[in-house]
């Protein structure tokens, strides 16, 4: 069994909690549904599939995700409205986006000095221990970037703190 899905399934025990504690909120029950399909299908689909390779190094050993906005995300997952396994690849690919993201603000905030996670590049790694800020937006169009277009992007947030 995956790191991944076992965490998923824990933060849907964690709703399920909530859902006893609060039997008036259907909420928390469609949250912890939520989880517990994505963590299905994390199981189902791990060999082979990349986000699971891309979550998998910002697992904490105190069984967290990330940091704090990954950690918001995926508490609220489900949470108020219904969820189906085609929207459960999109919210992986936005946890990797904020993922790195939190690795980049770890490093940034200066709660650690190095990227344990693997993920930043070393461009990357030089921006955040200089403490440039970084939009989410950035994170989430990285995939889809040269490394040389990202260096540009980065250096322009370096120059150019009006950049949004």
Do not use: I
């Not at 995956?2 to 928390?28: C, G, H, I, T, V």
């Not at 994390?42 to 390779?53: A, F, L, N, S």
């Not at 980049?104 to 921006?127: N, Q």
């Amino acid at each position: 069994m995956s790191q991944l899905s076992d965490y998923f399934r824990s933060q849907a025990e964690w709703r399920e909690a909530k859902a006893d504690e609060y039997p008036d909120d259907e909420r928390n029950a469609q949250s912890a549904s939520a989880l517990r399909s994505l963590a299905e299908f994390v199981q189902r689909d791990e060999d082979g599939w990349h986000y699971v390779d891309a979550l998998e190094p910002h697992l904490f050993e105190q069984f967290s995700l990330g940091g704090e906005q990954t950690a918001r995300e995926v508490s609220r997952y489900g949470f108020g409205y219904r969820v189906t396994n085609s929207q459960h690849e999109e919210f992986l690919e936005e946890l990797a986006a904020l993922c790195v993201s939190d690795a980049y603000e770890t490093v940034r905030d200066k709660a650690d000095d190095d990227d344990w996670t693997g993920s930043l590049l070393p461009f990357e790694l030089d921006a955040a221990r200089a403490g440039v800020a970084l939009p989410l937006r950035y994170f989430q169009r990285r995939g889809g970037s040269t490394e040389a277009e990202l260096e540009e992007a980065v250096t322009s947030y370096s120059t150019d703190g009006s950049r949004s």
